[in-house]
């Protein structure tokens, strides 16, 4: 009997873990990715000869997927368990955040608004049943649990950094999975922060080599345009070229899925996954000759200031491992119709200077040694009440088409954990068919 063979579009986390699952179970599979590296938003850049993200990445204790990966993969001993810590910009000054000592050194809320906020969180925590979550807002459920001061001064902020003016559309669902996921990775009550030796780049090779073994073509700056059905399968209409395929998995985000195979997949499907939407992301890396502040993690509170958050990665890992430089990004969720979205490099940076300066005041352009930025138009789904009757399937009306994304993961937040386990799912079903 003719083996099957599988395409798989994307070589993101998502993709990766799709192709692995299936070359496990000896099913034969290419990846096709339109990048020039894998690992897609999980990629990485370099910084004197050291690859670092493009985007800041780290890890959960409870991320049990990515950790039976790592395993699997013979790299755990790459893994280090980092403490962190969070600071808060709001009312002009920059605040310890994220303890339940520095909670009561936190000025811009009340006795009152404390215990509210410490209620309020444990509310949250004690919840198991996330549908009851479904069709209510996050900014309702909050703005009634813990009312509009502690709404107003700390969740807001953080709905807003992701979702923009869109804030109000997301649901308690997601926000429910998302503090739960931050309560759970602890060591002796302090936070840690899993992030492996060398970067996400250390599991993108480890991954890739594992696939190359296993005889799975990885086609990286291969953009695939448009997929057809023929009598025998699909064909994939690639920046290559044509490939002809029995079965297909896509893991583009879902607007790329719906318009490469629009000539295939009925038009009520179409119509209800365009509401699914995305924010997109700017991430600037700056490379300082100085440290920035003491914390790895700052959430910005402050409308005035275009961006959400500052992650000093150099203040979780040691700038001596980046040759004595101190690294910041930058996190700035928007739309890509947003000024920011559309400016330059350079003009960005300018921009964020003199907010920089806000949150420290010694901060001085003459540390910043040098900078990039990164943009994906498909950052972060904006997941509405009841979700969960747009989520998209893994099968598709198309048989033998498959789909799986961050639009997959629900009700937790997307995250590399979470990519392996839909991956890994995605692969599970189109195995199950089992006409292989
Ligand atoms: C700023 C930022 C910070 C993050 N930080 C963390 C973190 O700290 N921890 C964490 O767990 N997660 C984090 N995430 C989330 C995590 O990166 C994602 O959940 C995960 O990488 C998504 O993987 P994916 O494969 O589903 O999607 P993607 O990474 O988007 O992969 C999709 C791939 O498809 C390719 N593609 C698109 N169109 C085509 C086409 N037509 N033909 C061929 N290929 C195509 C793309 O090039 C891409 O490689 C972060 C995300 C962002 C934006």
């Known amino acids: 009997m003719k083996q099957t063979r599988i395409a798989v579009i994307g070589a993101g986390i998502t993709g990766l873990a799709a192709a692995y699952q ?16 894998a690992g897609g938003i999980a990629g990485v850049t370099y910084i004197n000869n050291m690859p670092i993200e493009k985007y800041y990445h780290h890890f959960f204790k409870s991320d049990k997927h990515i950790i039976q990966l790592i395993k699997e993969l013979r790299i755990s001993d790459k893994v280090r368990w980092l403490p962190s810590s969070m600071g808060f910009f709001v009312d002009n000054r920059l605040y310890k955040f994220g303890t339940p000592l520095s909670l009561l050194s936190f000025r811009p809320l009340s006795i009152w608004s404390k215990l509210k906020f410490g209620l309020g969180v444990l509310k949250i925590m004690s919840i198991k049943d996330w549908k009851s979550l479904e069709n209510i807002s996050a900014y309702e459920w909050l ?3 813990v009312g509009e001061k502690v709404y107003q001064k700390v969740w807001k902020p953080l709905l807003t950094s992701k979702f923009g003016d869109r804030y109000k559309e997301i649901s308690m669902s997601w926000f429910w999975g998302k503090i739960k996921l931050r309560g759970t990775s602890k060591e002796n009550g302090q936070e840690v922060l899993g992030y492996i030796d060398g970067s996400t780049k250390t599991l993108l090779d480890a991954l890739e080599k594992q696939l190359t073994d296993r005889r799975v ?13 023929t009598d025998e ?6 920046s290559w070229g044509d490939f002809a395929y029995d079965k297909v998995i896509c893991t583009t985000p879902v607007p790329i899925f719906t318009e490469i195979a629009k000539d295939i997949l009925p038009v009520e499907y179409i119509r209800e996954k365009e509401q699914i939407d ?6 600037t890396i700056i490379i300082l000759n100085q440290q920035f502040s003491q914390y790895y993690w700052m959430n910005i509170g402050d409308e005035s200031i275009p961006f959400g958050g500052i992650i000093e990665h150099t203040n979780m890992l040691d700038e001596e491992e980046y040759g004595g430089c101190n690294i ?11 000024k920011y979205y559309t400016m330059d490099q350079q003009e960005l940076l300018e921009e964020y200077i003199k ?10 352009e003459s540390w910043i040694a040098a900078s990039v930025t990164f943009k994906d138009a498909y950052a972060q789904p904006i997941i509405p009440l009841s979700y969960s009757s747009i989520k998209p399937d893994y099968s598709t009306p198309v048989e033998g088409l498959y789909t799986v994304s961050m639009c997959s993961i629900y009700p937790e937040d997307r995250g590399v954990n979470y990519a392996v386990r839909e991956g890994i799912a995605a692969a599970n079903k189109v195995i199950e068919t089992k006409d292989f």
């Open 22 to 37: 299936l070359s496990k179970n000896d099913v034969e599979v290419d990846i096709f990715e339109a990048d020039n590296q």
């Open 143 to 145: 703005t009634q649990n």
């Open 278 to 283: 995305y924010t997109s992301v700017a991430c």
């Open 217 to 229: 073509k990885i086609r990286l700056n291969c953009k695939v345009n448009k997929i057809n059905k």
């Open 328 to 338: 910041l990004y930058i996190s700035n969720y928007l739309f890509n119709t947003s």
């Open 355 to 364: 907010h920089l300066k806000k949150i420290n005041p010694n901060f001085d």
């Open 233 to 238: 399968g699909f064909l994939l209409k690639t």
